[in-house]
């Protein structure tokens, strides 16, 4: 039996050795069998499946049954869904190296247009969702979506009758560092959505601790 060596690039460095080098081998192989793993890794391939059982149970690791000749079926294993989060992704790299790519061909005004078109994209999208007849409900409805879109989103009604938009994670936080349109914008998205006035007041980039915004209804009453 031999000892697997490649290289581990999980990023979850909290989960026991093994199991990551489980994880690994089978995102280099694709497919193994209990008894493939266990001679790769140097283990009894009794130890193996009791680390496939909790794989499998965190949805990491998949199996299937497989005929190969006479006797009974082998069961080999692969990455489960949950698995592509544990391997390292170079996405906002690749978006900031585009975006760099972009202002040097076209300008800065075509990254001010790009930003713009995400923004109209999203207004649209979610626009037959923040439909409430009141601000609170509209601020209501767009902070539950701004949630699902990973912003941590929250709201209070102030003393004065105005609104506090809170949000303590930016998604785009890295293209938002580059390019202030996109920072922009997203007020724009709030403002259009939310058919209110929207001014920040707390900004993620300047080392506040979340983006804050005070929310004000575009109608006054006026006091008799």
């Known amino acids: 039996m ?9 990023i979850n460095k909290q989960m026991p050795a093994t199991r990551r080098r ?5 995102k280099e192989k ?18 193996v499946r009791r680390h496939l059982t909790k794989l499998e ?8 049954e497989v005929q190969r000749g006479m006797g009974r079926p082998s069961f080999v294993y692969q990455l489960g869904e949950a698995a592509d989060s544990f391997f390292p992704r170079r996405y906002e790299e690749l978006a900031l190296n585009v975006l760099d790519t972009i202002k040097e061909l076209y ?9 713009q078109l995400r923004s109209d994209h999203i207004i649209e ?4 969702q ?6 609170e409900s509209r601020l209501e409805q767009l902070t539950k979506l701004r949630e699902a879109d990973g912003y941590m989103s929250s709201w209070h009604l102030n003393e004065d009758g105005t609104f506090t938009l809170r949000e303590a994670n930016c998604p785009i936080m890295h293209a938002a560092e580059e390019c202030g349109s996109a920072c922009s914008q997203d007020q724009i998205i709030l403002e259009n959505l939310l058919d209110a006035e929207v001014t920040r007041i707390g900004h993620l980039i300047n080392g506040d601790g979340a983006c804050c915004y005070r929310v004000r209804s ?6 008799p």
Do not use: H
Request: aromatic letters at 4%; charged letters at 20%.
């Open 107 to 115: 300008g800065t005004a075509a990254i001010d247009a790009i930003f």
């Open 22 to 26: 489980i994880l690994t081998l089978l």
């Open 30 to 47: 694709r497919e193994l069998t209990a008894d493939e793993l266990a001679d790769l890794l140097g283990i009894s391939a009794v130890a």
């Open 130 to 135: 923040v439909n409430g007849k009141s601000l």
């Open 125 to 128: 999208k979610y626009r037959r």
């Open 57 to 64: 149970r965190d949805q990491l690791v998949s199996y299937k």
């Open 2 to 10: 031999t000892m697997a060596t490649g290289s581990n690039i999980l």
């Open 218 to 223: 575009r109608t006054t009453v006026t006091q």
